[in-house]
């Protein structure tokens, strides 16, 4: 049986064991990830009796529940081991990795991103488990170690893909982490909302660079290499990415509309045919210009050791977010044609955008009619995500992955990757809850 009180103790037992990632491998704690296993194997017992279990990489997570047919493509269920830093702990009302319940909430770094969902997925099979029931079909648990530095050297969910692709395995519908339902919207709305992520932007790190003979400030050149390199940004920030439209910002858009007033929600309505008359809600809102047109944000810049230091070498790296279309060749020229000549243009990391997935699929139906099952009155819309997932490696072997956290928010959760991250404990069970009736009914 499913019960807070369970869900509360197992979800701190996990906050408890702080499995902090870092882009390199070499300064990761992975101790602490085997902790995270260890606690995992104690807590889920008949998880680690029935299911087989493959270590990919260095700590990933990846479990099969074999089923008794063999007709319907697999069911992926995802969630990442890793949180982000807890910062300066002075900040925090309560210790970080403390997994304290107070003022009806559970506290600590990952009750929200991610280990409640990690938490859910291994509640819902464990208690499916624990009554007997067995899916005619295969389920596969994929649990990453460094989703919050975007994979770092060796992505893990990006291995744990590939395992099951190398052997043939393509899924029927893949969840992940994000979406859910929650109160009330940024257009005013404030009725019940389940925002079903279909896609999410592409992520990548561009470096620009100058390289001079340097020397002593004191005999500074005409034309310095910072002088160069700030040259350089100022064209990027002045020759920002065209705004266009993406099939899966139109459906968000148009299905978010009855949700929104006055002007904003009629042009929504159909938002190809009002393209001119929406451009300039979209070029004074934020939120709405992210939303169709590939971000660049200079983020980090290093020049010299010292202040009185010519450096031999500028540098400042662009974050970028892009929309789907914009792939990194893309995103390159842009950069090779703005800057000025003398100035170096370098991908340090990224991936291009996954493929939006498709709309009222087997899974995506599911899902809505959980939510409509769950929350009388919701409203479904397909969502989009400015951020991203690990499961935007899965598109390459599945056109219905789907990002949806289960939960219900009521808008008193602790900020992510902030100080006191929380997860109120009144709606817990709802995560769980969730998986056992997507798992029983897929």
């Known amino acids: 049986m499913i019960t807070a009180e369970k869900c509360i103790e197992h979800l701190a037992g996990m906050v408890r064991i702080p499995t902090v990632s870092n882009a390199e491998l070499a300064k990761m704690d992975f101790t602490k990830f085997d902790q995270l296993h260890a606690y995992l194997k104690e807590s889920y017992p008949l998880i680690h009796e029935k299911l087989t279990l493959e270590i990919v990489g260095k700590a990933g997570l990846l479990y099969h529940w074999k089923g008794t047919g063999s007709e319907k493509a697999p069911l992926v269920l995802m969630a990442h081991q890793d949180v982000v830093p807890e910062g300066d702990p002075g900040l925090w009302k309560y210790p970080p990795y403390a997994g304290i319940v107070a003022e009806g909430k559970l506290w600590g770094r990952g009750t929200t991103d991610c280990k409640c969902n990690l938490m859910s997925v291994m509640e819902a099979v464990e208690h499916l488990l624990g009554e007997g029931y067995t899916p005619d079909y295969d389920i596969y648990l994929a649990f990453g170690y460094n989703e919050e530095v975007m994979g770092g050297e060796e992505p893990s969910a990006k291995a744990m893909m590939e395992v099951l692709r190398d052997r043939g395995i393509r899924p029927g519908c893949v969840i992940d982490e994000c979406g859910g339902v929650s109160k009330g919207n940024r257009f005013g709305y404030e009725g019940l909302i389940a925002s079903i992520v279909i896609s999410e932007k592409g992520y990548a790190d561009f470096e620009l660079y100058v390289e001079h003979k340097g020397g002593h400030s004191s005999v500074p050149p005409k034309d310095s290499a910072m002088k160069l390199l700030a040259q350089a940004v100022i064209a990027v920030e002045e020759n920002q990415f065209p705004y266009r439209i993406t099939e899966c910002v139109k459906q968000n858009l148009e299905a978010s509309a009855p949700l929104m007033e006055g002007e904003l929600a009629e042009l929504c309505k159909d938002v190809e045919g009002n393209w001119d008359k929406l451009l300039p809600y979209i070029e004074k809102d934020p939120y709405l210009s992210a939303l169709f047109h590939t971000t660049t944000a200079v983020t980090m810049a ?85 951020g991203g997932t690990d499961s935007r490696y899965y598109s390459e072997v599945c056109d219905s992955v789907y990002r949806f956290s289960s939960f219900y928010s009521d808008g008193n959760w602790g900020p992510a990757h902030a100080a006191n991250e929380c997860i109120p404990v009144e709606h817990i069970t709802s995560g769980p809850e969730f998986f056992v009736k997507f798992i029983t009914r897929y």
Do not use: W
């Not at 050791?305 to 892009?322: D, F, G, K, M, Y």
């Not at 893309?330 to 996954?354: A, I, M, S, T, Y």
């Open 302 to 386: 290093q020049g010299s050791e010292q202040a009185n230091i010519l450096p031999q070498r500028c540098s400042v790296t662009i974050n970028c977010r892009a929309i789907e279309g914009d792939t990194l060749e893309v995103l390159q020229k842009h950069f090779e044609d703005v800057v000025p000549e003398g100035v170096k243009v370098r991908l340090l990391k990224g991936g291009n955008p996954p493929t939006a997935s498709k709309l009222h699929t087997k899974g995506y139906d599911l899902i809505q009619s959980i939510c409509e099952e769950n929350y009388p009155g919701v409203v479904t819309i397909p969502g989009y995500m400015l």
